[in-house]
């Protein structure tokens, strides 16, 4: 029959592993949030220079109000 101590030492492993893998998903997911995050802050200037594209290639003038100052 195992010992208490043996017992609350394996658990204490699986925990320690536990932590170790979870921080690693952590990291991962860090990064994939900061990622993330640089797309979504690019996003205003693409979508600005779709619509001043389409404003002087399709119809001009029809965009002016939604493309804002140019860069």
Not at 7 to 16: C, D, G, Q, T, W
Not at 36 to 51: H, I, N, T
């Amino acid at each position: 029959m195992p010992s208490v101590l043996g017992l609350l030492e394996a658990r204490e492993k699986k925990v320690l592993e536990e932590v170790a893998r979870l921080r690693e998903e952590a990291e991962r997911a860090q990064a994939a949030l900061g990622d993330a995050e640089r797309a979504l802050q690019r996003r205003p200037k693409a979508k600005r220079l779709v619509e001043r594209g389409w404003a002087q290639q399709v119809r001009p003038g029809v965009f002016t109000a939604f493309a804002g100052p140019a860069d």
